[in-house]
């Protein structure tokens, strides 16, 4: 991954994360890695986790960007969800799967399309 | 608005079926799921609706789109509901707004540039909707000529995506020139090009007035094809709704495109010899499809070289000979297509082709002569009334100045002749003389004392079968129909004699 990349993605999550903070919503954790993978943004919004796949492009030349998350990678949030929810001892802890695109667009506000409990 | 239906038709056999077409667009993963029991060729309508949408400007919903055909029992084929997909999908995300589209029938499939294509089977999927409360049909472009003259829905050809998006948000019907397809159905052929051949000539006329099926025997390259093709010729031209239902046939079939939808002419289809049962009576996996016989429905089946046919693919012939129809079964369901038509066969006398005349030049054994046509099976040759040589025409008829009697004249004898049918059997459940069942046979149709004093005489001297018998009386009736004759004499019966046992087989 090349530096404007990872600068690109890292940019998209702190938008996606204020955004969600404007909401209400407390941000617990960003970039939770483990082996299987990463997890962008854990929040807790009126009790409930959520836990956030954020998608950053800059153009739509390669399609939309939730068209990424295919089943395969959806099915791999389901996972890394129950992991974290383990690993903090959270059993039984209401939870969503949320996954959000960003789009940085020249000279234009960066615009945040959220989806709520895709899975 | 996030839901949308529209309407469309799917075929099952001849018959159609209204369907719904409901299109749900829902926060979520993009995904795209489309239920209904698709074929794969529905189930690749995502890629088309997809790409025809964004190439006419139109934008693709990236959100969680369900498609849905209802009644979801219904085996769904073809992509002929690329169309309504399409413009269902277009109102779910509010692109158009939508009028009352309830009586409005889509059908097509979508180019990946928004353009569309024609599809088989808009003509019975009209004939299906005519009735059921649908006013409007928006077909493909290269399908309007089957909805022109259509009576009940009014159809409009449409070639672009683009356009039916203006037809709905404006009114806008687009201009189109219906380009009229090439008649080939009116054939140029015509029974005065046939040299000699009285006897033959005879056979088929007399094949054509009473529905009797015909076999023809002959060296090759003495004009058993010739006269089969000219056959449709002297035949009474198809009603109105005769032409419809060949006409829906054949855009089944996907063969409309040769056909003349008014074409009046009888069809003329000649499988080859090496073809298969299932493509003789029709059949496929998910789009069951006519065979040959449901083609030539209304009109003649000719198949030439028929002893060379694969064992099995004529007799499975014998269902749509009893009962006019063949019913196809398949995991997706049975279906049944008119299959009501003439029966021609051609053949060698012998397997070298050469046993004429004398049999000079023939290098068959007696044995392989024998069984040459014996390989034409005795169910089969029981349902065929006719046997008849077409002789090598003689050095006096080639050279002959005057020409045969034309077509017309030789159809204007049939349809008379089929008039005077028409009329006797009037409370019957049957039109033709072929179709006479044997009691009623004895019962109500005999010959004059002579005609039948004769029938007994060659009963007695075993030279007729009982199945003969009836064969020799029911073409006796179509003899005496041509001849004006009010009961068939001695002279008719005579006459059908020869044409039952003018060749001995088996």
Redesign the interface.
Known sequence: MTKRAKQIGADGETLVASYLQDQGAAIIARNWRIKEGEIDLVARLDGRLLFVEVKSRTSDKFG?P??A?GPEK?HRLQRLALAWIAMHDQWGADYRID?AAVHFRDGLKPLIEY????? | MTLARVKSIALVGLRGEIVDIEVDISDGLPGYSLLGLPDAALLESRERVRAALQNSGSAWPNKRVTVSLSPAWLHKSGSGFDLPIAIALLMAQGQISVPEMGDHIFLGELALDGAIKPIRGVLPALLAASGRGITTAIVPFANAAESKGFVGIKAIGVSHLSEVIAFIADGVIPDVDYEEPNEIGQSPLDLSEVVGQKRARFALEISAIGGHHLLLIGPPGTGKTMLAERIPTIMPPLSHAEAIEVAAIHSIGGALGERNLDSRTPPFVSPHHTTTATAMVGGGAHLIKPGACSMAHGGVLFIDEAPECKPGVLDSLRQPLESGSVAISRATGTITFPADFLLVLAANPCPCGRFNGKGRACICSSLQIRRYLQRLSGPLLDRIDIRTFVEVPTRTELAASQVGESSEVVRSRVIAARAVAAERFNNDSWSTNSQIPASQLRARFRATREGMAFLHTELDHERLSARGYHKVMRLAWTIADRNGVATPGLAEVENAFQLRQGVEIA
């Not at chain 1, 989806?115 to 899975?119: I, K």
Request: glycine content about 10%; some cysteine.
């Open positions: 939309h939730l068209e998350i959806a996954c989806r709520a409990g895709v899975l």
